[in-house]
């Protein structure tokens, strides 16, 4: 079968004692694999130079709009090696859709669906050897992305787009395992407004998120925890690079609705899975007087949030200014664990694929 992204394989892959020293301890996102895959977007030819080839630095005019103007999005998903030496994909065909929405917003091409995930599955072959050994949580970390890399400055959607594919091997997004992040209530930044970006996955609404981010370490917390523009009179949304969920006392799996948040394609596989655990689930706004009185009278027993490079985490505390919850017993839940491990048995082959949420690459 034709490739739609042909490989040139490098002539200078890092070497194999070298690449295993680095396998044995990859951390999150320090480590790329020996390739890319990329293609080219004009108005005049559509999408073309299609391939797979040495990963290498882009070459970028100072006036390239995306270094001004933000046009860029971006995905994430991992390669999962199953005991038997496979790799598998999780969902991809989600991602691929997101993806197309998110350019959408941000006035970028589409790239078709089919090329998204060939582009995707020819990186994951020729860089097999890079996908860790299942042990760990370990995996391969694909990060899809499209930029605006048209030279000028004036402010219209650029009309040449460069689409690539990045993969590295990752441990855990979390080193400690599920040992629990205590969330910080921002109150000075929010994320998203409505008619903004918030549901698309663009490298903006990172950058905007960073100064939240250090709000949230120096007051020791993990990650943030994002209001709606109302604060502590509105809503709750979601962290940075998570969803957010709570159990109730009642039986209740209860996320933030869509709207203004990112639609997480682990968010929707634990809603999807949550019958199956007794727990009933619904999208929905949540207040954040709900949230401080379900925390203080006990009918929150656990939250947690969810993502691919977090998979399930529990949120342990939420801290925000002159107050400090505990949530459940200030440790990971048991419906948490149940569900955290269902994910993961499902993405590393050790529990059925009832869904046929799997696809496999190798
Ligand atoms: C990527 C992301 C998530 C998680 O989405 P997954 O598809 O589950 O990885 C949640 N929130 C934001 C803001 C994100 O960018």
Redesign the pocket.
Known sequence: MRSAFPLVRTPHPVPEAERASILAAPGFGRHFTDHMASAVWTPEVGWHDHGVSALRPFSLHPSAAVLHYAQEVFE?LKAYRHDDGSVWLFRPE??ARRFARSAERMALPTLPEDDFLAGIEALVRADEPWVPAATGERSLYLRPFMFAAESFLGVRPAERVVYSVIACPAEPYFPSGDNGVTLWVSTSYTRAGQGGTGDS?CGG?YGAGLAAQVEAERHGCDQVLYLDGAGEQGCVE??????LFLITSDGELVTPALGT??E????DTVLTLAPEYGLTPVARPVTFEELREGLADGTITEAFA????AVLTSVVGIKGEGYAWTVGTGKQGERTAALRERVLGIQYGRVEDSHGWLRRVV
């Open positions: 994430g989600r991602n996955k609404n979601e962290s940075g690079a998570m969803n948040i990112l997480g394609v682990t968010r969810s993502g691919t490079a």
